[in-house]
């Protein structure tokens, strides 16, 4: 019987021993992913991709602009870089130049312009709704190479400003809808033909035109997302607005442009209170779910600016910077033996993970982060309170019930150190 017993021991001390070695000499590559806050995380550099697409066509010395822009962007964390270059033949060569600049910093593209005639601009003349889905099918099909997996492409930003016109004023909300779906089945088809994996559900448009436009129906039928340009007096309007556009499209919300000051909206502000009003919105808008992404309008060109012209960053690109590129807290989470536990959920207010097979997990955090929850069946809940200087904590979760194989284990654990 003794002999049996040792023979027993000795059978699961080795097992231990062995998943011991196994667990710490195959640790998860988790600490190596990059995170980010939402998705996607842009700046929109309109003023400068757009406006002077003609007249810097030809300037070679531009490229020196474009590159500290993007160079600029890419700083702050950014996943995209919105980039609102005419789709039109004659801005291939510049529209090529903001795209290879991107991708010398890692970014992706959000394809952000339009078709020139559609709001007639630099003097082209008015094209129809099925000239629009011609000319996008052709684009997308004729220059596959400015594409990579994970760039957005919107064929039809803000398309309420041209075109039929706005529902608003036409009545026709129903073709709007069809149009909308049309040209977004149309792009996604020509993606999967081109094999780029190219999100074609971010259509931007006025927070109005969504509350009209965006029943559940529409939104499912464009890729379950609704894409705003909204901008407001107050971040809590900002976040009441998103809530109620969520609520009513039944579908998650990527806030295509926001920024301050718009005089008209805002007043007037300083550099200071630019920042604290960034910090304070994003801060709201972090703890929403059900917003994926968020592009900041604009880079450098208008009243909303966070770069002069020479680059020179504003406050607000610190507070940017901190929201796009947050602290990252490394973790494990581990039984009172002290044996790793996998797909064990832990949080914070803001964000969820899932521990890995071997009791890892990484979370973006916030500042204002002070307590990990981690919850799992089987295992008694915990609360870890985490500090500013925090980078790395090692959790321990309590097995319930307590069976007699588990006090076994523990006190062989506790042998073992």
């Known amino acids: 019987m003794l002999r049996s017993f040792a023979i027993s021991f000795i059978v699961i001390l080795t097992s231990i021993f062995l998943i011991r070695y196994f667990v710490y000499s195959n640790r998860s590559q988790t600490a190596n992913v990059q995170q980010v806050w939402w998705q996607v995380q842009s700046i929109d550099t309109m003023k400068y991709s757009r406006d002077l697409s003609r007249q810097m066509l030809n300037d070679p010395a531009f490229d020196t602009t474009i590159d500290m ?30 795209v290879a600049a991107s991708r010398r910093y890692n970014l992706h593209v959000w394809f952000r312009g339009n078709f020139s005639g559609w709001e007639q601009w630099f003097g082209y003349p008015k094209i129809s709704g099925d000239e629009h889905v011609q000319k996008t099918d052709d684009f997308i099909r004729n220059h596959p190479d400015l594409f990579v997996d994970g760039d ?14 706005d529902p608003r004023q036409t009545g026709d909300v129903a073709g709007f809808r069809r149009f909308l779906i049309h040209e977004h089945q149309v792009a996604a088809n020509d993606f999967v033909s081109i094999h780029k994996n190219v999100s074609t559900s971010y259509n931007s448009m006025n927070y109005d035109i969504a509350t009209l436009v965006m029943d559940p129906a529409t939104t499912r039928a464009v890729g379950g997302v609704v894409a705003i340009d909204h901008y407001v007096e107050t971040p809590i309007d900002l976040v009441t607005n998103i809530q109620a556009l969520a609520t009513r499209s039944n579908g998650k919300i990527f806030l295509g442009e926001f920024g301050v000051p718009i005089p008209d909206i805002n007043g007037t502000m300083n550099d200071d209170q630019q920042a604290t009003w960034i910090d304070d919105a994003l801060n709201k808008l972090s703890l929403m779910p059900i917003v994926i992404g968020v592009n900041y309008w604009v880079n450098v060109g208008g009243s909303t600016q966070m ?44 964000k969820t993970a899932k521990t890995d097979a071997y009791g890892q997990f990484i979370l973006p955090i ?25 980078t790395n904590i090692h959790i321990i979760i309590t097995k319930i019930p307590k069976s007699f194989f588990d006090a076994i284990l523990g006190y062989i654990n506790g042998f073992l150190h």
């Open 69 to 98: 822009q993007v160079g600029n962007i890419a700083k702050t964390g950014a996943t995209h870089v919105a980039i609102a270059t005419p789709y039109d033949e004659e801005f291939i060569p510049i529209l090529s130049r903001w």
């Open 152 to 165: 957005i492409f919107t064929p039809c930003p803000e398309c309420e400003n041209g075109g039929p016109g």
């Open 307 to 350: 770069w002069s012209d020479n680059g020179t960053a504003k406050p607000a690109v610190g507070v940017i910077t901190q929201y796009y590129t947050p602290k990252i807290l490394h973790g494990s989470v581990y039984d009172q033996y002290n044996s790793p536990i996998a797909n064990v959920e832990v949080s914070t207010s803001y």
């Open 366 to 390: 916030l500042p204002s982060d002070k307590t990990v929850f981690v919850h799992t069946s089987k295992y008694d809940d915990t609360e870890t309170q985490i500090s500013s200087d925090d």
